[in-house]
């Protein structure tokens, strides 16, 4: 599956963003979609997973109640709603697909995108 992330950009802290992620080439239904994000000399963290279905969740501590992931299957797309932005949630984030079950470690993902870069000025 290809996936292709978009709607990073620069805003002011408390603003939001809406990330979204398309996905091509295979049935999108069939994937566990994740969003993951890196931060300029951080190793890549856990953000958002969300179930083949859409039903099941799981976040970050850090993004708890400020972010918000859901899923399209009609429209092969993901997305990640962030609210309340803070300097600290700037870095890339990236989209990832793996099947089956929903994992919080990256190199359980066998897909990923490009990543959006996401700017939080204070």
């Known amino acids: ?63 708890k109640g400020r972010f918000y992931v859901s899923r399209d299957n009609a429209k092969n797309t993901v997305y990640l709603q962030m609210n309340s932005l803070k300097p600290e949630d700037t870095a890339v984030y990236y989209c990832a697909a793996r099947k089956f079950t929903p994992r919080t470690a990256g190199n359980e993902y066998g897909y990923w995108g490009q990543g959006t870069q996401v700017t939080v000025s204070s």
């Open 1 to 63: 599956v290809q996936l292709q992330a978009s709607g990073g950009g620069l805003v002011q802290a408390g603003g939001s963003l809406r990330l979204s992620c398309a996905a091509s080439g295979q049935t999108f239904s069939n994937y566990v979609m994740g969003w993951f994000r890196q931060a300029p000399g951080k190793e890549r963290e856990f953000v958002a997973h969300i179930s083949t279905s859409g039903y099941s969740l799981d976040y970050a501590d850090s993004v």
